[in-house]
């Protein structure tokens, strides 16, 4: 027994990780679109009026033990939040993906079964092509969107942006092969994907 949880440990971790990259790619393809993003918020909010100056005395004083101490101690805090967050994004994100993926995937296949009854069998192996075909569009789009940002002002020329499109495609699509050799080799169940 304990051999199939380490099996679906792997998978589940491959997922993960390709989630997690694809989460990546697709932030980074939208990037060239950020300044006029930001520059279409500038416009429809209201301009504030200018505040009028202040003028401020300040006395400083050394320390006190008290104040380093809580700033060590929120310091602290602070460092083992961020580890535990870097630990848990992308476990979150490869939770969500394969939720997501699963639900896009059980609304597909009545639709395009035609609402047909199928057997099992059939049915666990087109819910796992239309897995992976949303999986290859998950790694697909964002190198197109990033294609369409040509024409857009950037502070990174176009071709390393597209080299970098393209390592962060590259990893994903490793990482969802590796994901289906290890799901076609050791046959867990279908909804480890």
Known sequence: MPHVHKKHLIV?????LFYTMSAIQWLWSSLPYLPNIMRFIETIQP?????KPVEQITVSSPPSGVFIAVVIVITIVVI????YALIK??????????KITKAASNYIVPVISHHRP????KRQWLTARIITDIKLALCIVPILIAALSYPMDSSL???IF???????AS???????????????WRPRADNT
């Open 12 to 16: 589940s971790i491959i997922g993960s």
């Open 47 to 51: 301009t504030a009026l200018p505040a």
């Open 80 to 83: 083992i939040a961020t580890i």
């Open 89 to 98: 994004i992308p476990v979150t994100i490869g939770k969500t993906g394969k």
């Open 118 to 121: 199928l057997t099992a069998q």
């Open 157 to 159: 020329p176009y071709d």
């Open 162 to 168: 597209m080299l970098i499109t393209a390592v962060l």
């Open 171 to 185: 990893i994903a699509l490793v990482l969802l092969g590796m994901q289906l050799v290890v799901m076609k080799y």
